[in-house]
C-alpha cells in the first residue's frame, strides 16, 4: 500500500514541475513526506512588533516596524557592506548587510515602509540588525490568523525564484489540507502516554502552524522525542546484535607486569583513574569485545590508563599497540612507558614514519614472533605489513585525528577483534558521545591529577606585543620555557607557514642567542629535525619552542609556564583548549595567552571570552558545539554525522535524547527483538525510517 506522504511533491497544487525541482535541489524535498518533515527554524510573533528606543544587550529576536531613510555603502573588497538606515518614530537603527549586497540593494527602497526581523547586535556604540529578514510591510498580512509565523530555511535561488517564505507558507497549509486525517501514528499508544506526547498528526499541524506557543512547544517536544527515539532505538539494537555476535580475548588474570608497573608509578592514581582501569578490567573479563572511549581533559592522565591496560593484555600472553597521531606524540609514550616498566620483563618498540628499514624489520619480525609485548607508533602500525602474533588490545589516542578507515585497518590485524580503547580530549556529553560513536562505551576521567593550578588566560592584541615580549622575559629569567603557536589549519596553506617564519625570525630578534635558545617545529620539517628541536625544548635547552599546532596533541614539558597563542581567532574552542592543557602541568603558575589583531568578529571575540573565563573542558565543548553545531564538532568532522536530523539538535536537545535513549534501552531489555504485538509499530517505523546509521561495531 502506498502512503499518500510518499506523493511525490509536483503533484501537490501550486507546486509543478519547476518549483518541485528548486525544492528538491535546494531543501532536498521530493515528496510530501520531505515537505512535512521541513520545519520552520524560527517562529515569528507577527503581531507583536518592538520599539527601536527600547532594543538593548537583552533582545534576542525581535520585529521592528519602519520606514527606510537612506541607503549606503561603505568598505571595500571583502569588507564592503550595505548599511540601510530604519526609522521607526522612536528611534533608528543600521541594517546591515555584508553578502548578497547586490540583492538587497534591488530590494530596499528608501521611504518605504518595512518590517524587519532579526537580533540586535552591538556595533560602534550603536544596535544594528546584521543580515536581518526584511519584509515590505505591505506584503506581512496575515495568510492565517494565528499570531505565530514559521520561517523556514531557505536560499538565494529559492528567494529568486520567488519561492519566498510566504509561497513556502501557503504550499505547507495545502499540503496539510491534503494530508489531514492520512498522516499515520508512528509511535504506538504505550508510548505516547508514558511520555504525555501530542499524537503526530497535531504536531505536525502546530510546527507548521502554531495555534498557541504551548501548543508549538508540545508539537516539538513530541517530534524531536520520536526522531531521537529510533536513533537510538536503531543504535541500540545495533549493539544487542555485536554483543549476541562476537566473541573476545578473555584476559582472565591480573599479574606480575601489572602489579609490577603499579608499584613503579612516581605519584598515586588519581579516583578518577581508578575507576577508568576498573571499567576497562571488567570489559576485557567480560568474554565480549571491549569497545569504549575514555575521554579526559587534557592532562588527565589518560596515557598512564593506557599503559596499565595494555599490561593486562601482557599478563595474559597477549599483543597491546598504543597508537598516536603524530610521531611526536607516540615518541613522548614510548619514553614515557620506561619510567614504570624498570624490573619487569615487558619488551615495547616503537614503529613510526621515521623508523629506519633495517629497525623496522626488526620490528615487524618481534611483532610477529611475539616477542614485542607492546608497541608504539602512529599511522605506520596499520601499513599492510604490520602483523601480530595476537594483538589483544588497541589504544588510540586522540581519536579524532585518525580516520574511520584508518582505525578499521587495525580490526583486520587480529583473528579475534581486538579489545578497544579509544582516548580522547575532547569532551561531550556522554549520551552524545554515545550517539555519535554508535555502540561505545563511554569512561570519563573527570579528576586531574592533585596539584594542578588553573591557567590563566588573557587576550591581549598586537598592540601589546611588546608588554608580551615583557612578560616572556620574565618568566624566562624565572626558569620556565614558553610555547609560540601559530595556526596550521590546512598542510597546504602557505600562508600559515609563512606566519610561522615571519614570527620565527621576529621571535630571534627579540630573544636573540645566545642568551636564548629558540627552537622551531612544524609540518614540513624533516623528521629528524623536528625530533631534534622537541627534544631540545623537551630537555629544559631551549627556552622558546615555536611551532605550529602540531603541538597540539599532547606534549608533555611540565616546565613550561606559557603557552602564547598567536592569531588565536583562527582556532576553535576545543583547539585553543587543547593547546593551553599544555601548560599548567608543572607547579608553576601558568598562562595562557591568545594573541589577535584589534578587529575581530563578534563569534571571534565571544570564543576568546570564553577561553578567558573558564578552564573546563565540558564547559567549553558544549559552548563550541552551541555555536558550531555538533556537525561540525572536531570530533566529527572527518565523518559527518552519520545521520540526518531534521527537528532535533544534539547539543540543544541533550536532555530529550537522553529520555529516549532510556526509554529506548527499556524497550529493548523487555522485548529484544520488538516481537510484541505493543512493539510492532516500532519495528515497523524503524524499518521505514531510514537513519542512515553507519556500522560502527568495527569502526570505532
Ligand atoms: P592526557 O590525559 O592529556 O594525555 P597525560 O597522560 O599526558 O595527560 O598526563 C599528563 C601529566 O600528568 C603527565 O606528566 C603524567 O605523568 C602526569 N600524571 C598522570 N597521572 C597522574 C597522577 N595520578 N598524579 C600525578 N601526575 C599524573
Ligand atoms: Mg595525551
Redesign the pocket.
Known sequence: MTCILDTDIKFLPGVGPRRSELLGKELGIKTFRDMLYTFPFRYVDRSRFYAVRDIDSTSSYIQVRGRITSISKAGTGRSLRLVAKLHDGTGAIDLVFFKGIKWIEDKLKVGEEYIVFGKPSVFNQTYNFVHPEVDPASSVNSIRTGTMTGIYSSTETLHNSGISNKVLEKMMAQLLEKCRGCIEETLPPHILVQKKLMPLEEALCNAHFPTSPQALSQAQRRLKFEELFYLELSLLKQKHIRMRAESAVIFKRIGENFNKTYSNLP????GA?KRVLKEIRSDVASGMQMNRLLQ?D???????VAILAAMMAVDNGYQACIMAPTEVLANQHYKGIFKVIAGTDVKVALLTGSTKAKEREEIHKGLLDGTINIIFGTHALIEEDVRFRNLALAVIDEQHRFGVEQRSRLWSKAEIAPHILVMT?TPIPRTLAMTLYGDLDVSV?DEL??GRKPVETVHWTETQRGTLYNFMRKQIGMGRQVFVVYPLIKESEKMDYKNLEEGYMAITEAFPAPKYVTAVVHGQQKNENKAFDMNLFASGKADILVATSVIEV?V?V?NASVMVIESAERFGLSQLHQLR?RVG?GAEKSYCILMTGYKLSKESKQRLDLMCATNDGFELAEADMRMRGPGDFEGTRQSGLAFDLKISDLAKDSPILEEARQLGQAVLNEDPDLSEEKNRLLAKTMSLMKFEVKDFSNIS
Open positions: 605519584f598515586p592514581l588519581t583513574q579526559g587534557v592532562g588527565s592522565g589518560k596515557t598512564m580530549a576521567l591529577p592533585p599532547g608533555d611540565p592543557g602541568r
